[in-house]
């Protein structure tokens, strides 16, 4: 599945995007992120009109740490339960905080300190939310149907950041604070019966066994098949070895190591600049709130053009090759951004870059989920998380500091370089270069 020669599925299920099952779970997320985008609207109205500027900036980020310090144990314990109970536990928890948080602001203003735990215990369950979801997709769909499910979910994610601003406005105006922290929880709560109603399918085997399994001292044949020398390995007892064990499985495997190595390097490089970066161009060039405006709506508009044909067509070939491919010419355009004069030639950049991208990171999902042996899946994608949360933020002040001394254009052009090392990282590896989604052989019977 991951390499010319593998085996791939005897058949085929039906299209992610007419699977019942599928639907549930996508209609389930939706809810949870409109209600995510929701709920982030009233807590920044409700700090600012209860504390000063810089408090509000300390309300507003104090989820981003529990939400880093904890997406490793997410990881964990997604692996370690059935991941729809993650979800569904996260789903409720968020639903009764929100609806408390709405109760308390509609009797009394709320105090800056009741705003800063909210936002803690929020990015808490994040961390446990977040792995969750990653570890879910390949138990209710067949691995072919993988990439639709990624393109699917990557196109729920922007349409919900369209539509939840709006809905967390308009409560806003019609009842205050209490109003869009209530319409939050109710949308945390209608995913609760859709995740009951799905159907969740027992692990199977990792697609391909010449993958290399984590091993321990007592994995002293290595002659042994791979499912004898998993069965015969000694199970972790407590969730610090199941950490580590998934850390030593991430970094032996000859694809997913590289995919996530591959994936921090871009984050590391382009996520200042496509954040704080942007703004200070628009500054410097004039473009004002409306170029920034313009530019940040090109890259999500690729990056949804990319979730839609992966939706649909649910299969690229040499998915690697077309991996860095993606890699290197998103890094580029993202990069040219601050080199160009006219805006509407920015624009264009940005739309570059975000479908690129976004292929790029459907990919890289897709490949990841099906490579990985299930039992895995939550420290994978915590791990892959991670990177985003918590290292690529890192990168804030360091760019907004090196603009200041040199300007835009050589940190743009520094950042993308830097960028494309993850490029370097991938077609280094020989499973990346020759990896492949997995495709149904022709004449094959569609599942029930």
């Not at 000063?52 to 692996?79: F, Q, S």
């Not at 602001?105 to 808490?124: D, S, Y």
């Not at 792995?131 to 990624?150: E, F, K, N, S, W």
Request: aromatic content about 6%; overall charge positive.
């Amino acid at each position: 599945m991951t390499a010319p020669g593998t085996a791939v599925p005897a058949h085929v299920s039906t299209p992610a995007y007419r699977d019942w099952n599928v639907l549930l779970w996508l209609t389930a997320y939706t809810f949870s992120l409109i209600g995510d985008s929701v709920y982030f609207i009233a807590l920044g109205w409700s700090a600012q009109k209860t504390a000063e500027p810089a408090e509000v900036g300390l309300v507003m980020t104090a989820g981003a740490l529990p939400r880093a310090l904890l997406m490793l144990a997410g990881g964990v314990v997604a692996d370690r339960f059935d991941p729809r109970r993650v979800i569904l536990g996260s789903d409720a928890l968020r639903c009764l905080l929100t609806l408390a948080v709405a109760a308390g602001i509609a009797l009394t203003a709320p105090a800056l300190w009741v705003l800063v735990a909210v936002a803690l215990v929020f990015g808490a369950v994040d961390a446990l939310f977040v792995p969750a979801i990653g570890a879910l997709p390949p138990r209710i769909t067949d691995p072919d149907q993988l990439a639709r499910v990624t393109g699917m979910r990557s196109l729920s994610l922007r349409l919900s950041q369209i539509a939840g601003p709006p809905i967390g406005g308009l409560a806003m105006g019609l009842g205050g604070a209490a109003a869009a922290f209530t319409v939050a929880g109710l949308l945390f709560a209608l995913s609760l019966p859709l995740l009951l109603t799905m159907r969740i399918r027992p692990l199977r085997n990792a697609p391909d066994p010449e993958q290399p399994e984590p091993t321990t001292a007592r994995d002293t044949n290595a002659s042994e098949p791979t499912a004898a020398r998993v069965a015969a390995r000694p199970k972790p007892t407590t969730a610090r070895e199941d950490l580590l064990d998934g850390l030593r499985y991430i970094r032996r495997h000859r694809l997913i190591g590289p995919l996530v190595a591959a994936g921090a390097i871009y984050e590391l490089g382009l996520t200042g600049t496509l954040n704080v970066g942007l703004l200070l161009l628009n500054a410097e060039r004039g473009w004002g709130p409306s170029g920034y405006g313009w530019i940040v709506s090109g890259f999500g508009a690729g990056a949804a053009a990319s979730a839609a044909l992966f939706a649909i067509v649910g299969w690229l070939p040499r998915a690697g090759l077309m991996l860095a491919g993606t890699l290197f010419v998103g890094c580029v355009g993202s990069a040219g951004i601050a080199l160009v004069p006219a805006l509407w030639v920015a624009v264009v950049l940005a739309v570059l870059s975000g479908l690129n991208a976004g292929v790029f990171g459907s990919l890289g999902s897709t490949l990841m989920q099906t490579a990985a042996d299930p039992v895995y899946l939550g420290r994978v994608t915590s791990v892959f998380m991670l990177t985003m949360v918590g290292l690529a933020p890192l990168s804030y002040p360091v760019v907004g500091a090196a603009i200041g001394t040199w300007g835009p254009g050589p940190v743009f052009v520094g950042c993308g370089a830097f960028a494309c090392l993850g490029v370097a990282v991938a077609l280094s590896s020989a499973a990346v270069r020759q990896a492949e989604l997995p495709r149904r052989r022709p004449g094959a019977k569609a599942s029930s």
